[in-house]
């Protein structure tokens, strides 16, 4: 039942979109939620599937600072669900957002605690994400620009 409503609302939500997959406010809100959810160390499948639906299966993923690039859904599944075990917690609010007709770029401060090879590291930042869509409404491209 949970899972049923869940899709429902997010069903609801990605049919704000217009003709021109215009992201609306609330749209960002939940997509920055299921993200947050997706990372807690007590993300259930469930959760990465929420978010993950709101993605395209071509779903383009650039961490700029890193020189990262990760292309396709099936390999952001695989690093959620690997990273869920060093996962310690995570906190994520929106300080900011520009919509667009198709774009929108969104300023999210973010708290985490998680281990990295038997260490506990602290991270505290903003980043700044860029997310393009297809005309279905989801996330095509998301480059993440990160902002200490």
Known sequence: ?????KVLTLALILSSFTSN????KEWIIQFVKASENSKKPNA???DIEVFLAMMSDD???????YDVEKKGKEKFRKSLLSSRSRMI??????EDMILGSDTAVVVVNEES???KNDIVKNFKGRTILVLHFNKEGVVKEMRRFLHQ
């Not at 997959?21 to 609306?24: K, L, M």
């Not at 917690?89 to 929106?94: F, P, Q």
């Open 1 to 5: 039942m949970k899972l049923l409503i």
């Open 21 to 24: 997959a215009e992201p609306t």
């Open 44 to 46: 259930t499948e469930e």
């Open 59 to 65: 779903i383009l993923d650039v961490h700029v600072q």
């Open 89 to 94: 917690g995570v906190k994520k609010s929106i």
């Open 113 to 115: 605690s998680y281990y």
